[in-house]
């Protein structure tokens, strides 16, 4: 690791990161420029508004990205995590449909061995064992103390 590796790491240090919400902000903005370019280019056939339209997406990916870099270099984990299970709860609500579907008894599916569903810590990498078959779950990662809602 070099100089800046080294800088990059201690003023890393003591900041909450990224985590489900960030990645997610991060494919909108990804989306957001996409959208923004493909108006833009075709703007010579749409006319002045295609232009415009174009700008104000481009305006719009550029206040995701800076909420999401805010979000990433805060030091105030709590408020970083609250947000982070709004959004966690915000979207297993708008998957109960696939959960409907996937909702079946605790036997052993992929993934699962003797009734469980083994899974890995989103923040630290640790190792989870959790009940196979029991739909979203809220879990709390025995070695950072993060909770998340996941899907058994």
Do not use: H
């Not at 805010?70 to 709860?89: D, H, P, Q, T």
């Not at 640790?126 to 909770?147: D, F, H, L, T």
């Amino acid at each position: 690791m070099g100089k800046f590796g080294a800088w990059l790491l201690n003023f890393m240090q003591g900041r909450y990161g990224f985590d489900q919400f960030g990645r997610a902000l991060s494919v909108v903005v990804v989306v957001i420029w996409i959208i923004s370019i493909i108006i833009g280019v075709f703007s010579n056939l749409f006319g002045i508004w295609a232009a415009l339209i174009s700008t104000i997406l481009n305006w719009i990916g550029l206040i995701v990205l800076a909420f999401m870099l805010f979000r990433i270099f805060s030091r105030n984990f709590e408020r970083r995590r609250a947000e982070n299970e709004w959004y966690l709860r915000r979207s297993s609500k708008s998957n109960q449909s696939k959960d409907i579907y996937n909702s079946g008894d605790a036997q052993a599916s992929p993934g699962t061995e003797d009734g469980y569903k083994y899974l890995s810590c989103a923040f630290c990498g640790q190792q989870m064992r959790v009940p196979a078959g029991k739909g979203k779950i809220a879990v709390k990662c025995p070695s950072c103390g993060e909770k998340t809602i996941v899907s058994s």
